[in-house]
């Protein structure tokens, strides 16, 4: 997964670009990942995931869902779990948009997670 940040030095904002098919985290790091705070609590949650003490943790944000398990993490806007009776009668025909829905390997993800921390940080 390929990312690059950058920093709104008057807002104090930070954003993302990740690479094609991650671009929700993107949004998520954008809306939900601009607290320190909170980054390094997610941080101790993947600390535990990977030495098995917890199964999967799911954080829900303002916009987006957080799914993390030992394996993996998914993003997901809630709009989606709103219209999940919708999209199930979709069948094959299923609406799938790459800025409110992507997943990863957990390691991938934690990779993304220390640099926006750094980044954040400086």
Do not use: P
Request: one cysteine or more.
């Amino acid at each position: 997964m390929e990312f690059e940040f950058r920093k709104d030095f008057i807002s104090d904002q930070a954003t993302a670009k990740l690479s094609m098919g991650h671009e929700a985290f993107a949004t998520w790091l954008e809306q939900e990942g601009q607290s320190v705070a909170s980054i390094e609590a997610l941080l101790d949650t993947i600390g535990l995931l990977q030495q098995r003490s917890i199964m999967e943790r799911r954080l829900v944000g303002s916009e987006f869902s957080l799914l993390i398990n030992q394996e993996e993490a998914q993003v997901m806007n809630h709009s989606l779990l709103n219209n999940q009776d919708d999209i199930d009668l979709q069948g094959d025909l299923q609406f799938y948009d790459l800025e409110i829905q992507a997943s990863c390997g957990l390691e991938d993800f934690l990779n993304l997670i220390e640099s926006w921390l750094a980044f954040i940080q400086s």
